[in-house]
């Protein structure tokens, strides 16, 4: 798929586990509403499945990488393939992008998103060849969002772009 890409689809995979140089949005419920709190996960070779996160858990915002393992048993709902990385340096190149972004000032209440779009904006100029444009790929989350049905549960779905 190229960059040029309009339209994004997204499907269930079926896989349970994030793949190995796959970049992805997990999507965190938010309340009893349609609400999410966005953030990124990928893996390297080594195995190590990082969740890169912009939040304001302690009232600040901050950067915070957490162990994905960990955090998929607090109600993550979904992880959305954003773009296939294909080697550690990739993987590199994304992690030091995410710290290096700036997290939007207060009075975004979206802010989680809106750092994750500029990331993969960023991701996009420096080379990585995502699914497609980053506000197509915010479009196809939103709408996969509103198709697994956002609410609490004890499973969450791997979805990837749908094939033509």
């Known amino acids: 798929m190229s960059n040029s890409q309009t ?5 269930k995979t079926g896989d349970t ?6 970049l992805y ?6 309340g009893s509403g349609s609400l999410c709190h ?20 302690d009232g600040s915002k901050k950067h915070e990488v957490r162990d994905f393992k960990g955090m998929r048993k607090t109600h993550l709902k979904a992880i959305c393939e954003v773009a296939n990385l294909e080697h550690d340096e990739g993987v590199n190149l994304v992690r030091s992008t995410a710290v290096a972004e700036e997290i939007p000032a207060s009075g975004d209440n ?9 990331v993969l ?3 996009r ?11 197509v790929i ?7 969002a509103g198709e697994l049905g956002m609410r609490y549960g004890p499973e969450y779905h791997v979805v990837a772009p749908r094939q033509p």
């Open 7 to 11: 339209h994004l689809e997204f499907c």
């Open 38 to 57: 966005w953030s990124l996960v990928l893996k390297d070779s080594a195995g190590i499945v990082d969740l890169l996160d912009a939040n304001n858990l």
């Open 138 to 144: 915010q479009k196809a989350v939103q709408h996969a």
């Open 25 to 30: 949005i997990a999507l965190f419920p938010m």
């Open 121 to 123: 904006k960023s991701l």
């Open 110 to 118: 979206s802010f989680c998103r809106t750092w994750i779009i500029n």
């Open 17 to 22: 586990e994030p793949q190995t140089f796959r």
């Open 125 to 135: 100029d420096k080379g990585i060849k995502l699914h497609g444009e980053p506000e």
